[in-house]
């Protein structure tokens, strides 16, 4: 069967070569888990906690931007859900995390 299929030989390291250390194989794997962490995994980390501290500190009276696109006064707060006023004895009812945006003082006057 030699004469189809050559044989194959593994071949010795040439003499005087030091052997690679694998520590350097793995080199790019490790600066490109790096570069994936401080350009996307960190950034998502610290918007994700921007946007849980926005959440906790809505108050009655704030006005908010939905993900929806609603502009709206909150009217009650309970621990999951926000009663929004969007129009004069509109009221709707939404979950706190459907909140994108605090808006300043005043934003609903102008609008």
Do not use: C, H, W
Request: proline share 6%; hydrophobic share 50%.
């Amino acid at each position: 069967m030699d004469f189809f299929i050559a044989s194959a030989y593994a071949q010795a390291a040439a003499p005087g070569v030091p052997a690679q250390n694998p520590l350097i194989s793995f080199l790019p794997l490790i600066v490109l888990f790096g570069v994936f962490y401080f350009m996307l995994i960190r950034p998502q980390m610290k918007r994700a906690k921007e946007t849980r501290t926005m959440v906790a500190a809505l108050a009655k009276g704030d006005e908010v931007l939905t993900n929806g696109g609603l502009l709206g006064r909150i009217e009650d707060i309970a621990d999951q859900l926000v009663t929004l006023e969007i129009a004069p004895n509109v009221r709707v009812k939404l979950r706190k995390d459907a909140i994108s945006q605090v808006l300043p003082k005043g934003t609903l006057k102008a609008a």
